[in-house]
């Protein structure tokens, strides 16, 4: 299928259209310190109308849909079988300019090289500019995406703003969603139509730095289940009173609990396994605390993420299981909230290999990865949609100013991705 004699990411001008992009959305979009995109707000939208004059220049297509989202196209009406790329447009406060924004401006090249090359892909190509894919702003995530799906409910409508109060359902009529179709849970899009959905990405992690590579192709992406807020109730003393046996330390006891979940996630991980482990919060109450008081309280978070469903639900039933046992060792109590769920999202093993000859073919490393971070392309792969996703190196993580993406290893996974659309049968 390939008419294209040089790989996409040797041609020089395609190199500084993108650079010209990304350089305006910055300076669009810039806060005091990084981007501040906000979802369903102010930078997001300047981000979307300036795509959409972009594309207007080019002569692309251009659709939006009830929850907002952008499509943008070579031919006027794609029905059955296109491939969909997409990524949202949206930051997290004082963000850094590549997380969402590279899979978009990787998607718009496309179209542009595509139409500048004369080259018809054997499926049709659709690009998704997503909304409201950051929880920073309104504690959602992938709102845009699950709105395709009918899946916003009254309660992500209710949710309110980080910082002003506002309702996210106020900020997305003020966007332009049609609020009604959202409420009545309507599918946006017909997943049948939809082929494949590839989505590129900044990875968010440390991996391919590591590594030395510049691009990889993703096998999955982590689900979650979390507990916002444990409980562990012992019995306050005087620090210099109480002999060890009877003491009810309630920090002794959650010390112990991270402990022993450290030595499971150890033995997951030897024995193959796909498995992170966090406690982000964990404290005592700063007010009723001293130097000299026994802790007769903690709170803390506990959140394990991992590719495997099976993986999440044996380490549950650890967690319970050894607070069990701690309870009986050291006479505290742990009381737990509901865990909330976000299931894993498998790529398709087709896509990965496809992805991944493509890859191959144009001399960068046949290498693949899990992600840890949660991607619209979860919500696709979960609604049954043959799901692909591509992560480029970036030093420095993501979700601050300091992202750092080089120009050439996007170019590589836009090359890619080309390679793939025109290889794809
Ligand atoms: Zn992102």
Redesign the pocket.
């Known amino acids: 299928m390939s008419k294209n004699t040089m790989p996409l990411h040797k041609e020089a001008w395609i190199e500084e259209l993108a650079i010209k992009i990304f350089n305006e959305i910055e300076a669009l979009t810039k806060d005091k310190v990084g981007v501040s995109r906000e979802s369903y707000g102010k930078g997001e939208t300047i981000s979307i109308n300036y795509m959409i004059d972009l594309a207007k220049e080019f002569g692309f297509y251009i659709q939006k849909d009830a929850a907002a989202n952008v499509y943008l196209s070579l031919e006027q009406s794609i029905k059955n079988n296109y491939i969909l790329i997409g990524s949202?447009i949206d930051s997290v406060p004082q963000g850094g300019n590549f997380?969402?924004l590279a899979g978009v401006i990787a998607g718009f090249l496309i179209l542009v090289y595509l139409k500048e090359k004369k080259v018809k892909t054997s499926l049709p190509i659709k690009l998704l500019v997503l909304r409201g894919?950051e929880s920073a702003w309104y504690g959602k995530n992938c709102i845009g995406s699950k709105a395709l799906f009918g899946l916003i409910s009254q309660e992500d409508l209710n949710s309110t703003h980080r910082s002003n109060g506002k309702e996210l359902s106020k900020a997305m009529t003020e966007s332009g969603v049609k609020l009604d179709q959202i409420r009545k849970c309507k599918t946006l899009i017909n997943k049948n139509e939809i082929e494949a959905f590839i989505e590129i990405?900044i990875e968010q992690g440390p991996i391919l730095v590591d590594k030395n590579w510049p691009i990889a192709i993703v096998t999955g992406i982590r689900g979650n289940y979390r507990h916002h807020k444990i409980r562990c109730k012992g019995t306050a003393g005087h620090s210099g009173t109480i002999p060890r046996y009877l003491r009810k330390d309630a920090v002794f006891a959650g010390a112990d609990l991270i402990t022993r979940m450290d030595d499971h996630w150890n033995t997951i991980e030897q024995h193959g396994g796909d498995l992170v482990l966090t406690s982000g919060i964990f404290h005592t109450d700063v007010d009723n605390q001293a130097m000299s008081r026994i802790p007769g309280e903690i709170l803390f978070s506990f959140e394990s993420r991992s590719q495997d469903i099976s993986t999440l639900d044996a380490l549950e039933g650890l967690l319970r299981s050894e607070c069990k046992t701690i309870e009986r060792e050291k006479g505290v109590c742990f009381e737990f909230d509901n865990v909330i769920k976000s299931d894993p999202a498998e790529c398709n093993p087709e896509i990965i290999k496809k992805l991944l000859d493509a890859s191959d073919s144009l001399g960068f490393p046949r290498v693949s990865v899990a992600s840890g971070a949660t991607?619209d392309a979860a919500i696709f792969s979960n609604q049954g949609i043959k799901t692909g996703m591509i992560f480029i190196r970036n030093d420095k993580g993501s979700h601050n100013p300091d992202e750092r993406m080089e120009i050439k290893d996007f170019m590589k996974s836009v090359s890619t991705l080309n390679k793939f659309l025109n290889d794809y049968e």
Do not use: R, S, V, Y
């Open positions: 949202h997380d969402g894919e990405h991607h």
